[in-house]
């Protein structure tokens, strides 16, 4: 299993609108894109408050490739965005980055 974590900084007062995107939409089209959802997090005290952290997990690289490229393509996703976005971008920008679960965490 592949664990991308993904850390989207909103832009300026766009951060309920972002996770509301997710909430509303994405969530539901990544799992029909075979990206299962692990978990979602935004900071309470400490770090930036403008950010949305969050795990996803893949078979493979490959498996990662195309669920990508198929979310990406979805009429669905395309349409979630452009509404969420008709008064402007939502992201400033992103990070991802792939974890390996140690041979003791219980992910493993």
Not at 36 to 51: A, F, L, Q
Not at 58 to 66: A, I, K, S, T, V
Not at 74 to 97: C, F, I, Q, V, Y
């Amino acid at each position: 299993m592949i664990y991308e974590l993904r850390i989207y900084t909103a832009m300026p007062g766009k951060l309920p609108a972002l996770t509301a995107r997710f909430r509303d939409h994405t969530c539901a089209l990544f799992e029909r894109h075979a990206i299962k959802n692990i978990g979602y997090w935004t900071n309470s005290v400490g770090g930036r408050n403008d950010e949305l952290w969050y795990i996803v997990a893949f078979e493979n690289m490959g498996q990662r490739e195309q669920a990508w490229a198929s979310f990406i393509r979805d009429p669905d996703w395309k349409k979630a965005r452009e509404e969420s976005e008709k008064d402007g971008p939502l992201l400033h920008h992103l990070e991802n980055r792939f974890l390996n679960p140690t041979d003791f965490s219980p992910l493993g």
